[in-house]
Nanobody
Framework: QGRLVESGGGSVQAGGSLRLSCVAS????????MGWFRQAPGQKREGLST????????MHARSVQGRFAISRDNAENTLYLEINNLKPEDTAVYYC??????????????????WGQGTQVTVSS
């Protein structure tokens, strides 16, 4: 079973930026499509960004387009999420997830096979 470990979260002021990382181990990272999700207290898990196995295709939710950017480094088995112009409503636990289809991308959580434990992002106004 693969393992995903997120890092890079923290407490920031509105308007700031963060770069989240997700380090993968225990599986062939370069053959899995990946995604970032978040979940705020009392709310459903929300798909944010997804990237294909080779990094050639990406997709972002409309709610974060223009502020979020997903990327990956297959040589380092690491997935990234750049978040700019942070807003208080971005406060949530952010999760990365892996899905076992090479040429797929998805913002639908059931498409994913395993998940990280999450990293907290808190944005103050």
């Amino acid at each position: 079973q693969g393992r995903l470990v997120e890092s890079g979260g923290g407490s920031v002021q509105a308007g700031g930026s963060l770069r989240l990382s997700c380090v993968a181990s225990g599986f062939t990272f370069s053959t899995y499509f990946m995604g970032w999700f978040r979940q705020a207290p009392g709310q459903k898990r929300e798909g944010l960004s997804t990237i294909s196995a080779n990094g050639g295709r990406t997709m972002h939710a409309r709610s974060v387009q223009g502020r979020f950017a997903i990327s990956r480094d297959n040589a380092e088995n690491t997935l990234y999420l750049e978040i700019n112009n942070l807003k208080p409503e971005d406060t949530a636990v952010y999760y990365c997830a892996a899905g076992a289809r090479r040429n797929h991308i998805s913002l639908w959580s059931p498409d994913y096979d395993f998940w990280g434990q999450g990293t907290q992002v808190t944005v103050s106004s």
